[in-house]
């Protein structure tokens, strides 16, 4: 099962499976946009997503913070956004100002900073309600929001600026005073923008029939659109802005490319690094790039880690790792159980099984509490990719370089065939997580859980049930760390 409960999301099957999502790197300010012509009805609306966060909101990143998901803009007086706001914790926003004045504020009371799983905003407006309570819905995971911190309803009849002739509408970003003043930092998947209905969360999802607490995403065709609705499945690697709504209100991609379509999705989540255990890391390509900071200037530098957002104790599962950029010795990769503390440097900590190249003949291990060098493991270099391999099952654990694995005397192991693990006698009593440590200047740990790779992939493997795209071929009866896989074999 995964590490954390994942809102449930471990389905093996929920009838309507969304096979892609769009990443949005914080730092390329990204974004999908098109300016807005004439709408079908201005007073009604509806935009419809599922989101997993990449960072907190009042995280700053490139000198902005908050997340947002959805905004328009025409000028400073006269621009709308659907963001997490930049408080401390983050908090769904929906905000709206015309002529200068701001005539929507709805904040949530409620707070919203998983980072591991996928949630459902949906937003409905109808101004021409004669209770102002019921000009703007908003609904997370099917369940419509009443509880604010922040309540301003629109007059009757009032007009938001996603439904405004001329205004440049943007997935991705929200306006200051004279253009984008944040960007969006995750994943979005099934994104809709309806034009002249509004529509209740349930057009877009549904509870599971088997497990009601659980809500899902469902075929949403036969909606009617509007003359500016779109919809954006992201199946299209080349075209990740293409309208499929019957349309043709394609969107265009700003610092988005092919590698940013994902098969993270809310129908199968997949394992990222969890910036909520780091210690002082950056995190960026959907948390599965971490980054250590410099030196502190006076010449001492603390060695960062992180850790994956699911863990196993049974089952078979593989990931990929490439230490790159900065100085020093290349990242240190391996496992650790969930109740390991957060630390600067773990390498006496027990719960850590571990890989490092410490500047020896051969490279070091870290095995539960001790730290010493290896009598025959490659040392792995910059730009490698080091291939792990963790079988719960077994209580072992492969790791490789390139491709070939290794056990601690340089024999080639054989993860398929359960021989030469580089570790052993892993305990089954606790969740294991995937876990990085960088240790030097600057320098990153690129993980590829199979959702969304955060470094270039030449070749493009999947597990054997055809889930996760990897450098190297997935041994035989290991699996990609998402939540269909956890839940077949977790």
């Known amino acids: 099962m995964p590490f954390p409960i994942l809102a449930g999301k471990a389905i093996v099957d929920s009838g309507f499976n969304v096979d892609n999502s769009c990443r949005f790197n914080d730092n390329d300010e990204p974004t999908l946009s098109r300016d807005i012509g004439t709408v079908t009805l201005a007073t009604k609306s509806t935009f419809s997503c599922w989101v997993k966060q990449g960072k907190e909101a009042n995280v700053t990143i490139e000198g902005d913070a908050g997340n947002p998901i959805f905004g328009a803009f025409t000028d400073g007086n006269n621009r709308s956004h659907i963001a997490f706001n930049d408080t401390s914790p983050p908090h769904l926003e929906v905000w709206s100002k015309k002529g200068g004045s701001v005539i929507a504020n709805l904040v949530t009371t409620a707070s919203y900073r998983d980072l591991s799983a996928w949630m459902h905003v949906c937003v409905a407006v109808d101004t021409t309600q004669g209770t102002a309570s019921n000009r703007i819905k908003v609904y997370v995971n099917g369940t419509r929001v009443t509880d604010f911190g922040t309540e301003t309803y629109p007059d009757e009849d009032a007009v938001l600026e996603w439904s405004t002739n001329s205004a440049s509408s943007k ?14 930092d995750g994943y979005l998947a099934e994104v809709y923008f309806i034009d002249g209905t509004a529509y209740a969360a349930s057009d877009f999802g549904e509870f599971n029939e088997d497990s009601p607490t659980i809500w899902q995403p469902k075929d949403a065709s036969g909606l009617t659109f509007g003359d500016e609705g779109f919809y954006c499945d992201f199946e299209d690697s080349g075209d990740l802005g293409d309208d499929e709504s019957g349309n043709t209100n394609d969107l ?33 390509e959907g948390n599965c790039k971490a980054t250590q900071a410099s030196d502190d200037g006076g010449g001492s530098r603390t060695d960062d880690n992180a850790r994956g957002t699911m863990g196993v104790s049974s089952g078979k599962f593989y990931w990929e790792v490439k230490g790159t ?10 496992i650790c159980f969930d109740k390991l503390k957060m630390g600067s440097d773990l390498s006496g900590e027990t719960g850590v099984y571990a890989i490092q190249n410490a500047g020896a003949t051969n490279a070091y291990k870290r095995e539960n509490g001790t730290t010493a060098e290896t009598s025959g493991f490659t040392n792995p ?4 990719i080091i291939n792990v391999a963790l079988d719960m099952d077994n209580g072992k654990l492969y790791i490789g370089i390139n491709g070939t694995y290794e056990n601690q005397a340089g024999s080639t192991g054989d993860p398929a065939g359960g021989s030469n693990e580089t570790f052993s006698s892993i305990s089954t009593s606790y969740f294991w997580l995937p876990f990085v440590e960088s240790r030097g200047d600057n320098q990153a740990a690129e993980c590829n859980f199979g959702g969304c790779p955060s470094f270039s992939i030449s070749s493009g493997n999947a597990d054997a049930n055809g889930y996760g795209n990897f450098e190297y071929a997935v041994p035989s009866g290991y699996y990609a760390l998402c939540t269909k896989n956890l839940a077949e074999y977790g």
């Not at 940013?260 to 909520?276: E, G, K, R, S, V």
């Not at 950029?325 to 391996?334: E, I």
């Not at 270099?381 to 490698?384: E, M, S, Y």
Request: with cysteine; aromatic share 4%.
């Open 171 to 184: 997935i991705g970003a929200k306006h200051g005073g004279s253009g984008p003043s944040a960007w969006m």
């Open 252 to 284: 265009t991609e700003n610092n988005i490319v092919a590698a940013d379509q994902a098969t993270d999705t809310p129908t199968n989540n997949f394992c990222t690094l969890n910036p909520l255990s780091r210690d002082e890391m950056t995190f960026a």
């Open 325 to 334: 950029g900065g100085s020093g010795a290349p990242v240190v990769v391996g």
């Open 381 to 384: 270099a910059t730009n490698d």
